[in-house]
């Protein structure tokens, strides 16, 4: 979500850089062009029959786009799909009375609904579904005014939603092209809906077909708009883990990115009797009808099967997992019930696991994990540094050797 406020309305009208027919020029050419050149501003579309919307662009990456035929606020279209309940939003609105200027979907993500991964993709599928119902004006009339980044009073709250980083014309473009082919070719028969199983198998074999892609964050794609993404995003981070001092500002920075891919997540420490967990979101190791509260966050060894595998192993686990009637937490294989897909990337320290990195149900529309498995291996060798540090500084004053690693 983006701290972007409403531009004052110039005195003097705003220059105009594009400007024409719908007829002559399509929506699908214009957006294109706004994101080639690297436009700022609104996209002002006018139908034939009156009616009218609204692209906001920053950079050549759209902001947020409004139509009054088919516009839905934010809340109203998560509690008609069933991701947040009418008491979820009524909190939310209410917390954000307190707090002039907070958008919803800010205060759906402190009040705990949802990740701000969660909100981000709901308001990606929200911008495409507007987009594909502007894609059918064939008539009308388009107007870019550069510097624009309100469209005024009549349009929806700039609070409702609005992306920190935009979303490129092209991906939505590519993405609606490729739904109406699976349109045009699926069978006209009903189709059952997928199992919680058949869902997680889904996941688990799309995240280890981009972990077993050979090329990484520092050389994605460009013409790839989500590997591109990925990638200026682990570049960010990696430079903000110089700016972080200590191990906890460490683990912070690789939380909240795990958190803009997965619902659930934790960093978890591993100790001699087992495993603690040092921060989280959502709720990764504990689930359903469980045999511990959520509130635990020390786990023995045979509470967590998997994690030991993985700390044994020292090799990232990318698979099914499952809890045992006593609620242990194991790994599945294809075909179980209760079954969920999970991440988890056991990070080395001067040569043994000491830390695991645990994520759950990845949010829909997210980038693959590659850049995540990259930044928790930075954070790892920045915590193999800081431990060699502190080594060289606690000498024994009889020998003058390094003292041993605590």
Known sequence: MSSLEPAAVPDTPP???LEGRLEDLPLCDILQILQVSGKTGGLFLTHGDGRSAVVLFRNGRMMQVTGAANYQPLGERLEQRGVITRPQLDEASAYMASFPGMRLGDA?????????????????????????????????QFEFRVGVLWPGADAPSPSDFLLEEGVEPQRIIVDLAERQNADDTAPLVCRAPKTQEEQAEEEVQALLLSLNEKSTPEGADAADPDAFRAARKFLSLSEELFSVQGRGEMGLVLLRYASELYSDGALVHCQPAGFKVLGQFGSPLVWGADA???????????????????????????????????????????????????????????????????????????????????????????FENLTLRDMAQRRDPKTGAPARPR
């Open 15 to 17: 220059e105009r850089a």
């Open 108 to 140: 759906l993500v402190e009040k705990g609904a949802l990740t701000r991964g969660h909100v981000e993709a709901e308001v990606r599928a929200m911008m495409a579904d507007t987009v594909q119902s502007l894609m059918s004006w064939t008539e009308g």
């Open 292 to 382: 511990y509260g959520p509130a635990k966050t020390v786990f023995a060894k045979e509470e967590v099967p998997v994690l030991e595998m993985v700390r044994t192993s020292q090799r990232p686990y990318a698979g099914l997992v499952r809890r045992t009637p006593e609620g242990a937490l194991v790994p599945a294989s294809k075909g179980a019930s209760g079954v969920v897909a999970a991440l988890m990337i056991p990070m080395t320290v001067l040569g043994a696991v000491t830390l695991i990195l645990v994520c759950r149900t990845a949010v829909a529309g997210a980038p693959d994990a590659r850049a995540l498995v990259a930044l928790a291996r930075q954070v790892a060798l920045a």
